[in-house]
């Protein structure tokens, strides 16, 4: 008997807005291998940058920890002010011993003194998890979970993790290993006192340099693009920066634009901006104004349209941008933006980090912030605003457009005029687009509603819910779907409501909070049916069945999806209406009514296929073969099941063939050849593997333990169908539990001496006690004792 259509996870329908399937239905395209070589290695630390001088004793200091046997000290602090030259340190130390951390390398932003939200610790939690290789179960909301997951995956591990900008002790704790082995070196322009008393960090103080170490950083800049400077003018610029790094590359990149002119005019022109900013600056902010009179001499020298876009680049939401968005900021063209920004660049007022984006250190953010306060007036200022985030929000639309056209669209707010479009080829250049601004996006949001754009911050946030359901970046997804919210009740739009409530349901049902995303179903649900929206109350009714199928409340998914299909068959929608059918099907199967989703199942074939959706296609053809063998049909299910194999593999999408081959191995088992479905199973778990679903991994050594009791080989088909249910067990999927202690239970009455599979059949069946449907029934009598 199949019992693979039970497996309710991700493939119901192939339906994009489908809150249970989307992450596979378009996250799982991969290049086929069975193969795996162990966990990744991360290697996620940037470039360290050109000019690094000096900090030998700093150096030594790090040396020293680092050549304890084992690490003694498992956190460094290195600690200093603003422009000190932390990081820069901190990643030229790393790149030089990472090959002591064979086991790759973690880095972080924390962004702990931007003038907007430093990172949570759970954003960056999601990063290092998949960066090490965890499923995507394990990247869960709740971060106490992903926190005690990542500990886990560092031990016995040597890996180095590099915090940079914190701002906080309570932002750094989640993300530090508990075990020697690792590293965790953490910046901050505090002392973070706790991380000493409490997890034993040891502190190194990072100074200014000395007089020696800021003449070299100057002539490092300088040479070959002026005559040798005299030593005391040298001396002299290097204390007018107070030896500060980011004070002296600045200084030093104005003076080699300059080479004709004298450095002790260059001097005397900063004492004066020296002086300027002694009277006029307060005492309360003293780490960093010691740097802003050479930021300021160096803005002064810029030419005008680029000192405009400087300022004009404090309103961006984030401190690394694009040449696109730096065009769309300033009213300009692309080529304009990046001749501007090359500019920037060369006077150190930027840092290119890549081929046309470029990134701002958070005292030149914050400097760029004060300066379009000061000389743009407020209609200018909201002008810029209004261009960047309106750039954001329909350059995120197109990525929608290639990642799930089938999403409805919103109705946007229309762009000003002369912004620079982006095109997108395909589905990957737009997701790499995404990945690039991931963070701008987050920001972009949190920006407009706090700038009083309500309507493009909740737009953004739904454009956005199209990606988030492919790539499940959760806090990203709850963050923007929470600001949204606001926003939409803002701007009295209670349909932007339903939408923000219905992204919220999909984002708390795939991060397993189920009870939660009900929730927000439901209020999203009397939203559009107030609103007498049908068509929205048709796709909030297919999530919440969908949703229900899930928990295994089957009564109420199957309520839910027959409200939800009548009202797209009212609408004759010829797109909607059979996947939605075709999820009932799922319903019917897991109701034990293989009979009642036959003929709908292949309808929605026909849709699909005239439609050449094929994905949708070739899921609807795997649950007909399971429908089909459950009623005996093995011949037809064989050539189905076979074909919706053949499908993903055209489609070049291993999640779809990993999951269809468990109903492939189920028919070829069915008929007799244990040995061939064996195989089948098998190679599901190879491709399941890497791809992180721990449910469906589960699912195939079921499998593989059931072919192997009927190949005899019994102590085998225990050990996998005890790892199937310690997993299952881990996710808290009651039914699916119960099945695979009822698979253990046959493999222990086979086993010679036979096991104790009393015990098994009594866990399964205090399990199975809290479902009532006839499937559930059925499985339990047979379970008990005659």
């Known amino acids: 008997m199949s019992e693979r259509h039970e497996e309710v996870h991700s493939w119901v329908s192939g339906v994009a807005r489908d809150v249970v399937q989307a992450h596979d239905v378009h996250g799982g395209i991969h290049f086929h291998t069975a193969e795996r070589s162990g966990p990744p290695v991360p290697r996620q630390l940037p470039l360290a940058g050109r000019g690094f001088v000096d900090r030998h004793r700093e150096r030594a200091v790090l040396d020293g920890i680092l050549r304890a046997e084992p690490v003694g000290a498992s956190i460094v602090l290195v600690t200093g002010t603003a422009g000190v030259g932390k990081t820069s340190l901190a990643l030229h130390w790393a790149h030089a011993v990472r090959d002591r951390f064979p086991d790759g390398q973690l880095y972080a932003d924390l962004h702990g003194y931007d003038r907007r939200a430093p990172v949570a610790y759970e954003r960056v939690l999601e990063g290092f998890l998949r960066g090490l290789g965890a499923p995507e179960d394990a990247v869960r909301a709740d971060g106490e979970q992903m926190a005690a997951d990542f500990r886990s ?29 690792c590293l965790a070196v953490v910046t901050s322009r505090h002392r973070l006192s706790g991380l000493a008393v409490r997890e034993g960090a040891q502190r190194l103080a990072v100074d200014v340099l000395d007089e020696d170490g800021s003449i070299a950083l100057l002539r490092s800049v300088t040479s070959g693009s002026r005559q040798e400077d005299d030593p005391e003018h040298m001396a002299e610029l290097a204390a007018l920066c107070a030896r500060l790094p980011l004070a002296l590359r600045i200084a030093a990149e104005r003076a080699a634009r300059m080479p004709r002119t004298r450095l002790a005019e260059l001097n005397r022109e900063l004492r004066d901006e020296s002086g300027r900013w002694e009277v006029l600056s307060a005492d309360d902010d003293q780490e960093s104004e010691a740097v802003r009179p050479v930021i300021t001499w160096s803005y002064r020298a810029l030419p005008p349209d680029a000192a405009r876009l400087f300022r004009l680049l404090g309103l961006h939401p984030g401190p690394e941008v694009s040449d696109t968005a730096a065009a769309a900021l300033a009213g300009a063209d692309v080529r304009t933006a990046r001749r501007l920004l090359d500019v920037i660049a060369s006077a150190h007022m930027a840092e290119q980090t890549a081929s046309g984006r470029y990134r701002l250190h958070d005292l030149l953010h914050a400097y760029a912030g004060d300066q379009v306060r000061q000389e743009e007036i407020p209609r200018e200022r909201g002008d810029a605003l209004l261009r960047v985030l309106s750039w954001y929000l329909h350059t995120a639309d197109a990525v929608q457009a290639r990642v799930a056209p089938q999403e409805p669209r919103v109705e946007l707010v229309a762009a000003p005029p002369g912004l620079p479009e982006l095109r997108f080829t395909d589905e990957g250049e737009a997701m790499r687009w995404y990945e690039a601004e991931r963070d701008n996006l987050v920001a972009a949001v949190r920006t407009a509603a706090a700038a009083g754009l309500d309507r493009v911050a909740w737009q953004l946030a739904v454009v956005l819910r199209a990606v988030y359901m492919i790539t499940n970046p959760f806090q990203d997804w709850l963050a923007t779907s929470r600001i949204g919210l606001d926003a939409a009740r803002r701007d009295g739009d209670r349909s932007a409501e339903a939408e923000l409530h219905e992204s919220l349901g999909m984002a708390y049902a795939q991060s397993q909070h189920p009870a939660t995303a009900a929730e927000h179903y439901r209020e999203a649900l009397a939203l559009r049916r107030t609103l007498q929206d049908a068509f929205g109350e048709a796709l909030t009714l297919n999530g919440l069945g969908l949703l229900e199928l899930r928990r295994r409340n ?158 005899g080989r019994v102590q085998e088909s225990v050990d996998h169908h005890l790892r199937a249910e310690t997993t299952y067990r881990e996710l808290r999927q009651t039914w699916e539990t119960a099945q695979s202690l009822a698979h253990l239970a046959a493999a222990l009455d086979a086993s010679s001496p036979p096991g104790d599979s009393a015990a098994a059949r009594a866990k399964a069946i205090a399990l199975l006690a809290s479902f009532t449907d006839p499937r559930a029934r059925r499985l339990s009598e047979s379970l008990s004792p005659s």
Do not use: K, M
């Open 153 to 181: 995956r560092l031990a016995d591990r040597r890996l180095l993790i590099l915090l940079d900008n914190a701002a906080d002790a309570d932002q750094v704790r989640p993300l530090l290993p508990a075990t020697p082995g």
């Open 554 to 711: 089957l009564a109420e998914a199957r309520e839910a999806l027959e409200a939800g299909r009548a009202l797209f068959a009212a609408r004759d929608d010829g797109f909607w209406e059979p996947r939605v059918a075709a999820n009932l099907a799922q319903v019917d199967l897991e109701l034990g009514r293989p009979d009642r989703a036959v003929g709908p199942l292949r309808r929605a074939i026909g849709v699909f296929r005239t439609h050449r959706d094929r994905r949708a296609a070739g899921n609807s053809l795997n649950l007909l073969a399971a429908a089909e063998l459950e009623l005996g049909d093995t011949t037809a299910a064989l050539v189905h099941a076979q074909q919706a194999v053949a499908i993903a593999a055209e489609i070049r999408s291993a999640a779809a063939e990993a999951y269809w081959l468990l109903t492939l191995g189920d028919v070829q088992r069915a008929t007799g050849h244990p040995s061939v479905a064996l195989a089948s199973y098998q190679r599901a778990a190879a491709l399941q593997e890497p791809l992180g679903d721990r449910s469906r991994l589960a699912a195939a050594w079921n499998g593989i333990g059931q072919a192997l009791l009927s190949l």
